[in-house]
């Protein structure tokens, strides 16, 4: 079993900055894919980036330019660095790993969320 924890978010004013971090521990043996989904009020939870085992990243296009997502592999952690954020960025935001065990198996987890609130 391979679990996930997040952490770092909060409330921020408009134009701030926030930093997201997602640790993965447990039964793993690689880590493909690390990624985050945020999920709003009344919407359905929505993709915002990805980065790939070789550091290739991916973002959705109204965060692109703002939010920096990285990786520790040494760490198995994933990281979300928000900038000018904005209160259409509110939302909980949820981690997901794509982890391979020793046995081969593939398994997709995903974080508790971490509430990202924007307000002045």
């Known amino acids: 079993q391979v679990q996930l924890v997040e952490s770092g978010g909060g409330l921020v004013q408009p134009g701030g900055s926030l930093r997201l971090s997602c640790a993965a521990s447990g039964n793993i043996f690689r880590i493909g894919d690390m990624g985050w989904f945020r999920q709003a009020p009344g919407k359905q939870r929505t993709w915002v980036a990805t980065?790939?085992?070789?550091?290739?990243?991916s973002y959705l296009a109204s965060v692109k330019g703002r939010f920096t997502i990285s990786r520790d592999n040494a760490k198995n952690t994933v990281y979300l660095q928000m900038s000018s954020l904005e209160p259409e960025d509110a939302a909980v935001y949820y981690c997901t790993m794509r982890v391979a065990a020793i046995s081969g198996i593939t398994t997709d987890y995903w974080g508790q969320g971490t509430q990202v609130t924007v307000s002045s």
């Open positions: 980065v790939g085992r070789d550091g290739t990243m």
